[in-house]
């Protein structure tokens, strides 16, 4: 696992909850919309947006939101249908953190190639400093169809390295946290997809961590250490 040298183990670690007091939370493909649910239920002093090009699958959880909190309702929940090439306007620099896990289709081509035009979509939404979080799960083998449909490279630590940060970087996203983690190590991301791939036969989990920041940069100026 590579981690930028600077980061301090009090700030932001994939492997445990941003320690943030308030603020507002998008989680980009939510599917169902289990992680925003769940985790604001968890932290009521905190804002989520659950954004999907799709809206059927976040129906249910959409009618449990307006309930009595005492019976299972999070007024701190808002859900929105939005691709993410077209993410309203009113969200700009809204977002204290942004999560993208296991994105499929064209999120995971985009998110997994650095599309210029969606990077900078999701910079646009950022408030200064804001967290951005991907984690991506893919099999070689067993998903080789999807891999060839979008067009994707491996995503090696090399290829992270080289040619995914920098394209983060450009876009705005200072990277200070990458690797890849097999499934006994995955953090508990409570999403629907998370809980079906850890029952599954393993695939390897690519993740990326980054805050936004002015600007963009010379990739050979990351503050990353080598990856081991």
């Not at 445990?16 to 507002?24: A, E, F, I, N």
């Not at 953190?97 to 939404?125: K, Q």
Request: proline share 8%; charged share 25%; hydrophobic share 40%.
């Amino acid at each position: 696992m590579a981690k930028d040298s600077t980061l301090s183990t009090d700030e932001y670690s994939m492997t445990s909850s941003p320690p943030t007091g308030g603020g507002v939370i998008i989680d980009l493909g939510t599917g169902d919309g289990s992680f925003v649910y769940q985790s604001a239920r968890r932290h009521p002093d905190r804002f989520y947006i659950g954004i999907d090009a799709q809206s059927r699958a976040m129906e249910k959880v959409s009618e449990k939101i307006h309930r009595n909190p005492a019976k299972g309702g999070a007024p701190n929940v808002l859900f929105i249908q939005a691709a993410v090439e077209d993410l309203p306007p009113e969200l700009d620099g809204v977002a204290d953190e942004v999560h993208a896990h296991f994105p499929w289709g064209s999120l995971l081509r985009a998110l997994a190639l650095g599309d210029e035009m969606v990077l900078s979509n999701l910079r646009r939404v950022c408030a200064p400093r804001a967290w951005l979080e991907v984690v991506i799960a893919l099999d070689p083998e067993r998903d080789r169809a999807e891999i060839e449909r979008l067009g994707l490279s491996p995503l090696s630590l090399e290829f992270l390295k080289t040619t995914l940060i920098p394209r983060y970087q450009a876009a705005g996203f200072e990277v200070v946290e990458y690797g890849s983690l097999p499934p006994s190590e995955w953090p508990q991301l409570q999403t629907s997809w998370a809980k079906r791939l850890r029952g599954a036969t393993p695939r390897p989990l690519s993740f990326l961590v980054a805050r936004a920041v002015d600007g963009g940069g010379d990739s050979a100026s990351l503050p990353i250490s080598s990856p081991h």
